[in-house]
């Protein structure tokens, strides 16, 4: 097994909620939104690790706190044994240059009012990557990298497509010779020819730069072809994490029975043995006590309305948080 | 679906154009699409931003006339809804045919409470009186699944939730009973679990009331799951069309053979995908022969000076390529 | 290098076709075309002022607009026409002195309030309350009694006050920029806080606040009119436009044109700030 490169232990992450007026006078308790609650995972050398989950599981905070968006409130992330939540270490760029973020809406990551290469070249000269005179055969460089042509380097953000924008962005990315990519939904907002572009490219840059990547994405397709292991994550808690293909294969835990189960398939006589979820996902502001999940389970027992069940290591599956794992039958 | 034995056209669209802005810089959004939908079918357009497939959809109700011009026609029990005028239009959209959105936070009114926006459907497309108005809004609630409908609907939308409020759109829109439902997008912003929970409830209200949908989506999942026709787009036209079974199984036109081997199912895992290469042609310079063209992997010299027709192959299936992959090759493999 | 002149070429075309958009706009070109008149008469008035503004000639006293006075004279046979367009220099001054320091420090507190938030986020709020809740021009003259009237002392005073009103909606912009992702992305690249928020944030959040500049110009020439027809801004016998109506409000019925003509050109100017401030913000939106 290789090398963890990020350690994430116990993170967990709670907004503070808004109190109005009415509620500091009927003196009603702020609410938080618990958007993290506990995630521990290992980010291993050169993997593609996949996150899954429904909008506002958490799967996005997630990628924020790794790269420092948000601090945490409990629990630590571990760059290579380095606590980068530790107060000496927060003044450390180096650890931003070395794990990079790329965004999921196209539109709004890039500043509107430079262009390619002011974008690019600004990222080299920060971190000084390379010598004043050698900074535009690395633009040109970096263009060949994410197979843009060189006259994109002159263009503002508003001349190109969602595609090449992402293309600009993962071209930023790398610019500063980064380890660690954290793909937030990266390729979500585009079309779906589009998609296929850039996962390519994506895949064929982690082969040849020995990237490590976080991807994260609601389109479990995707997820599967790109992910190496796979995390899907409920309320703020990982339910199963495991080798990719046995996941998608044979998911373990009730709830990522469901999701997988509810992507359409391509083939119009594969209606699928769908499980269907009842209800929607409780509000973050209230996770229901015991297991987050056993309001909308076929196989809750009482022991789920009252016990919180661990992430373990099932025999020939991942580790699955669910008291009945073994029992539950594999779809 | 063979086992229906009479299919009875609901709406016939033909040579249906729309165009935005006018001189140098029209935008020709919708060109000569034609598609015919039956009581109770659910017809799917697909095609990536920028196709058409929505401003298709508007075109029909007239939503788009204060942008642009629409010619062509579309056949709704007799009457021409292209040049019907606004105020007959009025009477039809929301009673006979009714919209749903992708957003179902912007298309519902903030300030008013679900049970006044489905009243007010009702006041507008039928002679009910309020109290069977409001047993009906209830039974709405009902139909799509909001429990406890009774004490739901003096809440504003800001009180459902994502899925929730979609549903309350659909019961706005179904309220009236309307004899054809054209849904933009409906599950786009929604989760997999909802989406699945949405499209069953569109489904079994297809069949429930013999309605007719058009449903509009990127999603080919989707289409292969809901519906039976499909029609996909390219830079404003149709270049493919059938039943989803057939379209799906064997494409024919080279786009959509690309588009349904850019996602990523049944490949193995961490390999390259196929991926169309390029971008769709900017509307505003489209070429003068067939607008795939500079993307197509079986381009020949005529492709880039005439335009392929949409024609129609045995089995109901139509094309608009020269060169149509065989049957029996590509996807479905 | 080659690369980099070329692309310094394209987007020096590309702002110059920007500009040739705004003045195609029929309100761009009048306000460009009164402000530009403006200033040239602010900064060369003897060029175009028949008369030194404070030659005094008893000889034609309060004489009605003719061909050799063509707004007439006042009261000590001084031309009013002279005054008029002397007077420019002081008004237009007025319009950039009163906001510029205005316009700066408003923009440096509004956009650090506006990236850290926090305590001085708070303090920054209470603040603005405090100034808002007066009247604006009721707070300047307390300042004026306190320092003491003159020119120097309004700029001082105005300036004291009109920040606020530039860093609240610095502030309030630089707030909504912070959702775009371009915002976090510098985090994320590693970009020091100072470079986040002046070469990312302010350059996408100061339209506004340019705008607003444009339109308090305006309102400047306004205040400080009114305060030097209160007689607390400049003071006689300088030539300024709330001077000279002031020297001429007695004689209204009589001598209409000696209150009346520094009135139409504080009108006229106002409208040329006012409509480059319109052309501003067509200007200098962003595409995409």
């Known amino acids: ?331 | 679906m063979t086992l229906r034995s009479v299919k009875t056209p609901l709406l016939e669209v033909s040579g249906l154009c729309t165009t935005f802005g006018a001189g140098d810089t029209s935008v020709p959004a919708v060109r000569d699409v034609g598609f015919t939908i039956n009581k109770g079918e659910i017809i799917g357009l697909v095609g990536e931003s920028g196709s058409g497939k929505s401003v298709t959809l508007r075109s029909i109700l007239g939503l788009s006339r204060r942008y642009g011009g629409t010619t062509g026609s579309a056949l709704w029990r007799g009457e021409n809804l292209v040049t019907l005028p606004e105020s007959d239009m009025r009477r039809i959209r929301g009673g006979e045919i009714a919209m749903i959105f992708q957003e179902p936070m912007t298309s519902l009114n903030p300030l008013l409470t679900v049970g006044v926006q489905i009243d007010e459907t009702l006041k507008a497309h039928t002679d009910m009186s309020a109290g069977e108005r409001k047993k009906r809004a209830i039974e709405m609630l009902d139909v799509v699944g909001i429990p406890a409908a009774g004490s739901r609907l003096s809440e504003f939308p800001h009180q459902f939730s994502g899925g929730m409020r979609q549903r309350v759109m659909i019961a706005i829109a179904l309220a009236a009973r309307p004899k054809l439902l054209l849904a933009d997008e409906p599950t786009t912003a929604l989760d997999v679990t909802i989406q699945a929970q949405i499209l069953d409830l569109i489904l079994s209200l297809a069949k429930d009331f013999d309605m007719g949908v058009i449903l509009v989506t990127h999603d080919l999942g989707v289409v292969a799951q809901t519906c039976e026709q499909v029609a996909v787009m390219y830079a404003g036209r149709i270049v493919e069309q059938g039943s989803v079974r057939s379209v799906l199984r064997e494409p024919r036109h080279p786009y959509t053979v690309g588009l349904m081997r850019s996602v990523p199912q049944n490949v193995p895992p961490r390999t390259p995908l196929y991926s169309i290469p390029g971008t769709p042609p900017s509307l505003l310079s489209l070429p003068d022969g067939c607008a795939f063209a500079a993307r197509c992997p079986q381009k020949t010299v005529g492709c880039e000076t005439g335009r392929p027709e949409l024609e129609t192959l045995n089995g109901g299936r139509s094309v608009a390529c020269f060169n149509r992959v065989e049957a029996k090759g590509g996807a479905a493999a | 290098m080659s690369d980099t002149t070329i692309s310094r070429g394209n987007v020096r075309s590309r702002r110059r076709g920007r500009m040739q958009i705004a003045f195609r706009k029929p309100g761009f070109m009048v306000g460009f075309t009164i402000i530009a008149v403006s200033t040239v008469l602010a900064l060369f008035p003897g060029l175009f002022a028949p008369y030194d503004p404070n030659f005094i000639d008893y000889l034609a006293v309060r004489q009605p607009p003719s061909w050799q006075h063509p707004f007439g004279t006042d009261l000590l046979g001084r031309d009013s026409f002279s005054r008029v367009i002397w007077a420019y220099s002081v008004n237009m001054q007025m319009a950039v002195l009163a906001t510029v320091f205005a316009l700066v420090i408003g923009v440096f507190v509004g956009a650090l309030v506006g990236y850290y938030r926090g305590i001085a986020d708070m303090i920054f709020g209470r603040v603005v309350d405090a100034i808002i809740t007066f009247p604006f021009l009721v707070l300047v003259i307390a300042i004026v009694a306190v320092l003491g009237p003159g020119l120097i002392n309004m700029y001082i005073a105005i300036t004291l006050v009109g920040w606020v009103y530039y860093a609240r909606l610095m502030r309030a912009e630089v707030i909504s920029q912070m959702a775009n992702d371009y915002a976090s992305a510098g985090i994320v690249m590693g970009y020091s806080d100072l470079r986040i928020i002046f070469r990312h944030l302010l350059p996408n959040a100061i339209t506004p606040v340019i705008v607003y500049w444009m339109t308090d110009m305006a309102l400047a020439i306004l205040l400080g009119s009114s305060l030097g027809y209160l007689g607390l801004g400049a003071q006689p016998p300088q030539a300024e436009w709330g001077v000279l109506i002031a020297e001429g409000r007695n004689f209204i019925t009589t001598a209409w044109w000696l209150s009346l003509m520094p009135g139409i050109a504080i009108v006229l100017t106002g409208l040329g700030f006012s409509l480059i401030g319109d052309g501003l913000a067509d200007l200098l939106r962003p595409r995409g």
């Not at chain 1, 007026?21 to 290992?42: F, H, I, M, Q, R």
């Not at chain 1, 064929?204 to 796979?230: E, K, P, W, Y």
């Not at chain 1, 006589?269 to 973050?284: A, F, N, V």
Request: hydrophobic fraction near 40%; glycine fraction near 8%.
């Open chain 1, 1 to 331: 097994m290789s090398e963890a490169v990020l350690e994430i232990r116990d993170v967990s992450l709670a907004f503070k909620g808004k109190r109005s007026v009415l509620d500091v006078l009927s003196n009603t308790p702020v609410k938080n939104v618990n958007a993290l609650n506990g995630v521990s995972l290992d980010l291993r050398q050169g993997e593609t690790l996949g996150v899954v989950g429904e909008s506002g599981c958490g799967k996005s905070t997630l990628a924020r706190c790794i790269v420092r968006l948000h601090e945490p409130n409990g629990g630590s992330v571990h760059f290579y044994g380095m606590d980068v939540f530790a107060s000496h270490e927060r003044g450390d760029r180096t650890y931003n240059r070395r794990v990079q973020m790329m965004f999921q809406d196209p539109y709004s990551s890039l500043n509107p009012r430079m262009t390619t290469g002011q974008i690019l070249s600004e990222a080299l000269r920060v971190h000084g990557m390379c010598p004043e005179d050698e900074v535009p055969a690395r633009l040109a460089n970096l263009m060949d990298l994410v197979q843009l042509p060189g006259d994109a380097l002159e263009k503002y953000p508003h001349e190109f497509s969602g595609g090449q924008r992402q293309r600009i962005a993962i071209a930023r990315a790398l610019a500063v010779e980064p380890e660690v990519l954290i793909a937030d939904e990266l390729v979500s907002a585009l079309d779906v020819s589009v998609q296929a572009q850039i996962v390519n490219l994506l895949l064929d840059l982690q082969d040849r730069l020995g990237l490590t990547i976080l991807f994260v994405a609601h389109d479990l397709r995707l997820v599967r072809h790109m992910s190496n292991r796979v995390a899907v994550i409920y309320l703020g808690r990982i339910v199963e994490i495991g080798d990719s293909e046995t996941l998608f294969a044979s998911p373990s835990h009730p709830y990522s029975q469901a999701l997988l189960s509810a992507a359409p398939s391509l083939d119009p006589d594969d209606k699928g043995r769908k499980i269907h979820l009842e209800g929607e996902l409780p509000s973050p502001l209230d996770i229901p006590p015991g297991c987050p999940f056993h309001v909308r389970c076929r196989h809750k027992s009482p022991k789920c309305t009252t016990e919180l069940p661990k992430l373990r290591p099932i025999a020939g599956r991942g580790s699955v948080a669910c008291h009945h794992a073994e029992e539950i039958e594999n779809v």
